[in-house]
């Protein structure tokens, strides 16, 4: 039987992508966008490192380095594996004198394998044909995986963690399908902690999110729900603690606009 969250978002889906770009000004397209430039930048040194020791070590590897595998958890309609596609597939400039150029001349021989987007909401993975990106929609649970271990070298997750019933039980997941050295990227909205955040999220975002969404989607507890989910849910703080409980190691932590946004960088340790 269909959860009501899991009805919710199939009853949004047609929306789902005009109204976060809406509601947050399109400032959600540069929080993905930061994300994969530094994704690029960790996972790019890692697999050149990689390379370099097979080749020493004149090891035959099992697969080809050239490729990242990325899984889009809790994926939606592919915003972030498409994002991540066209900035690993592609140059970029970091805007400062450094051995940037170099690493990115030498980390444009990787290419993305077609992505795996996942999500519990088969109205949000049918949003992502008409896009036409280079990946495979397949509806998932992110507590329970149909993925054999260390399938991955990138996993996204874009403000899906915090609608996870079991946000440890996901973690501990995403660290079984992660391969050792790989990357698991969390986008979201924290649970406020700063007087400017809790202000946002507790008096402005439940009076204006609502409305709007109810005007462009007509489904006003839809966007209740999300406001109120932000608010049940974790601080950063303790996210991060979490996350190293399950055996990950906290990279990165950037804020986005005072705390409004987050995106964690984990990484799965190369011997793990």
């Not at 919710?8 to 929080?31: E, T």
């Not at 594996?81 to 004198?97: D, L, M, P, Q």
């Not at 202000?199 to 439940?206: D, G, R, S």
């Not at 974790?234 to 606009?257: I, N, W």
């Amino acid at each position: 039987m269909k959860s009501p969250v899991r009805k919710m978002f199939d009853g949004i889906a047609s929306r789902y992508d005009f109204l976060n770009h809406f509601l947050s000004c399109y400032q959600d397209v540069l929080w993905r966008r930061y994300c994969c430039k530094r994704l690029k930048k960790m996972v790019s040194a890692g697999l050149l490192a990689e390379k370099s020791q097979a080749v020493e070590s004149q090891d035959k590897t099992p697969r080809d380095l050239n490729k990242v595998r990325l899984l889009d958890l809790c994926g939606g309609t592919g915003d972030f594996a498409n994002t991540f596609r066209k900035i690993f597939e592609s140059g970029y400039k970091c805007g400062c004198a450094c051995k940037c150029v170099s690493e990115n001349k030498a980390s444009r021989n990787f290419v993305v394998d077609p992505a795996v987007i996942g999500d519990f909401s088969y109205g949000m993975l049918a949003e992502v044909k008409p896009k036409k990106i280079d990946a495979h929609a397949v509806q998932l649970d992110a507590m329970k995986m149909p993925f054999a271990e260390r399938q991955f070298d990138v996993i996204l997750n874009g403000f899906g963690m915090r609608n996870v019933p079991d946000a440890r039980g996901a973690l501990l997941e995403s660290y079984r399908v992660l391969d050792a050295g790989g990357y698991l990227c969390v986008l979201e909205f924290f649970s406020p902690r700063n007087l400017f955040n809790k202000f946002f999220y507790k008096v402005l975002a439940p009076l204006f999110i609502p409305v709007m969404g109810a005007f462009f989607s007509g489904k006003r507890e839809a966007y209740e729900y999300l406001v109120n989910s932000i608010i049940r849910f974790l601080p950063v703080d303790q996210f991060c603690k979490m996350a190293e409980e399950c055996g990950f190691e906290v990279k990165q932590v950037k804020m986005f606009d005072g705390g409004i946004s987050f995106g964690v960088f984990l990484h799965k340790p190369g011997n793990a």
